[in-house]
């Protein structure tokens, strides 16, 4: 069955870089659907922030103003997120999340990792 | 990018009521629009697609409908599991956005 699962530090300081891995079981990348990045402040809603496809082709919220890069690992099991100079207001829980290609609806989710940012 | 306004944000009922929960887009997304449950400390979880197409594993009492700029989420008879938070989400063009969520709680 395939699940997906979020892996990286849980504590970040400020100024510094966010960075978490999504590790794919009972899958591998392919043309199939797209692995996005996904948060939720304590309490708050939920917030895309980034999209990849198998190609390399990425999307990004611009909210984010241009700090956010999404990868995938040549192992094609793997898939990274990296936040640059981070701030309190990035404190939140992440989730990684699978996206048909054909529906833009995330039908598959990991169960997230929480990331504060605090010196 | 297309805003999402959810309402109500809150709401409360009994179990066996029936109700809606309302999506209004800033600008037509035909039907562009997905429905969330979230239990809290848990990930979202995928009830309905394409604005109506029901996700398979949900309940037949989840049901989904609109087009363009408004759309609902209408469970037909609540049960206890259901008194979470739900969300919308659409994906009609980039930035993909949500609806700030409806929490549903026990009357």
């Known amino acids: 069955q395939v699940h997906l699962q979020e892996s990286g530090p849980g504590l970040v300081k400020p100024s510094e870089t966010l960075s978490l891995t999504c590790t794919i079981f009972g899958y591998s990348i392919n043309s199939d659907y797209y692995w996005g990045w996904l948060r939720q402040p304590p309490g708050q809603g939920l917030e895309w922030v980034g999209t990849i496809f198998h190609t390399g082709t990425t999307y990004y919220n611009p909210s984010l103003n241009s700090r956010v890069t999404v990868s995938i690992d040549s192992s094609k099991v793997q898939f990274s997120l990296k936040v640059t100079s981070v701030t309190a207001a990035d404190t939140a829980v992440y989730f990684c999340a699978r996206k048909a290609a054909r529906s833009g609806a995330f039908d598959l989710w990991g169960q997230g990792a929480m990331v504060t940012v605090s010196s | 990018a297309i805003q999402l306004t959810q309402s109500p944000s809150s709401l409360s009922a009994s179990v066996g009521d029936r109700v809606t929960i309302t999506c209004r887009a800033s600008?037509?997304?035909?039907?562009?629009l997905a429905w969330y449950q979230q239990k809290p400390g848990k990930a979202p979880n995928l009830l309905i697609y394409d604005a109506s197409s029901v996700k398979s594993g949900v309940p037949s009492r989840f049901s989904g409908s609109g087009s363009g700029t408004d759309f609902s989420l209408t469970i037909s008879s609540l049960q206890p599991e259901d008194f979470v938070t739900y969300y919308c989400?659409?994906?009609?063009?980039?930035?993909?956005?949500f609806g700030g969520g409806t929490k549903v709680e026990i009357k």
């Open positions: 989400q659409h994906f009609n063009s980039y930035p993909l956005t």
């Open positions: 600008q037509g997304i035909s039907r562009s």
